[in-house]
């Protein structure tokens, strides 16, 4: 046994598929990274290029004419799109959170993070 510890969050190869009619047929092709407890990461990507849809997808919060066409999103080891909407909602108030992209009207300045 290694002792390494498994990621918290393991993404691989996920593919979110845009609407018919889009500018393209893909949002998200083949995305994988891990993050394992206490790292930060950070995605980083030119407008448009699929980084608030992985957080969605992560989240299990896609909008309803994006769908998963592949791949998994693992929240130790348990796969987020698998997942039923009680289950994620569960898994939303105990075990993952979203500041969503305008910190300042979700942060509190005066509590502390981390």
């Known amino acids: 046994m290694s002792g390494t510890a498994p990621p918290v969050l393991d993404i691989r190869g996920l593919t979110i598929a845009l ?6 047929a893909l949002a998200v092709d083949r995305a994988g990274f891990s993050v394992n407890a ?27 004419a994006l769908r998963a066409a592949g791949g ?3 929240l130790d080891g348990e796969d987020v799109l698998a997942a039923s909407e009680a289950h994620l909602r569960e898994l939303r108030c105990t075990r993952m959170s979203m500041i969503f992209q305008e910190p300042m009207t979700a942060l509190n300045p005066v509590m502390t993070c981390g």
Do not use: F, H, N
């Open 19 to 24: 609407p018919s009619g889009a500018d393209r």
């Open 38 to 64: 206490s790292e930060i990461v950070c995605l980083v990507g030119e407008s448009g290029s699929g980084k608030s849809v992985i957080a969605q997808a992560t989240m299990g919060l896609l909008p309803a």
């Open 72 to 74: 998994q999103v693992l």
